[in-house]
């Protein structure tokens, strides 16, 4: 598939049928964050599948799955992370991103919908799943199937900025 054309068809998820989500191609979304970049090639990013009724309910105590059957708390490790030597900026929230929309990417490829949190109370994960000091959980990836109609891959021309609002070229 052109990676533009499956860019566009990758929309956010917010109702799911019950469906649980194929372990082959989770197997593949998780091979998307391993070859996914990071960083100086450090891969500070740990993730933790989430599929059984407890551990879901655990994350809805944080966030709304909308339904979703699986989840994935993306995680990076401060330990690992790389660190900007001009300013001590740490790549964690980079890296950790960069992951997570390899995996959504995936996720689309295969037919599986997904959904992108941010908005979650990490304190409520980090005691839920007894979570180590070193890992922060940076987003949540609620995967399953869709149990509504998929968005237009055309949206993007009324919904977004234009190309030439979002880009300057030098002047030479």
């Known amino acids: 598939m052109d990676f533009l054309e499956l860019a566009k068809r990758r929309y ?18 998780l091979k998307a964050a391993q070859v996914a970049p990071t960083a100086a090639n450090r ?7 989430v599929q059984s009724r407890e551990g879901l ?3 809805g105590k944080a966030a709304n799955l909308h339904g979703a059957t699986s989840a ?8 690992k992370a790389w660190t900007r030597s001009h300013d001590g900026k740490k790549s964690t929230d980079i890296d950790a991103s960069i992951v997570t929309d390899h995996m959504m ?10 959904l992108w949190i941010c908005s979650f109370k990490p304190d409520v994960l980090r005691e839920e799943f007894a979570l180590p000091e070193n890992l922060e959980v940076i987003n949540i990836l609620a995967l399953g199937y869709a149990a509504c109609e998929p968005a237009d891959p055309e949206r993007h021309g009324e919904r977004r900025v234009p190309v030439e609002e979002l880009v300057s070229y030098e002047k030479l």
């Open 57 to 59: 309910d655990k994350i």
């Open 43 to 49: 891969q500070p990013v740990h993730m933790l599948v």
């Open 105 to 114: 990417l995936e996720a689309t490829d295969l037919g599986v919908g997904s």
């Open 72 to 79: 994935i708390l993306v995680c990076a490790d401060r330990d």
């Open 12 to 29: 956010s998820v917010r109702e799911y049928t019950d469906k649980q989500v194929e372990q082959e191609k989770l197997d593949r979304i």
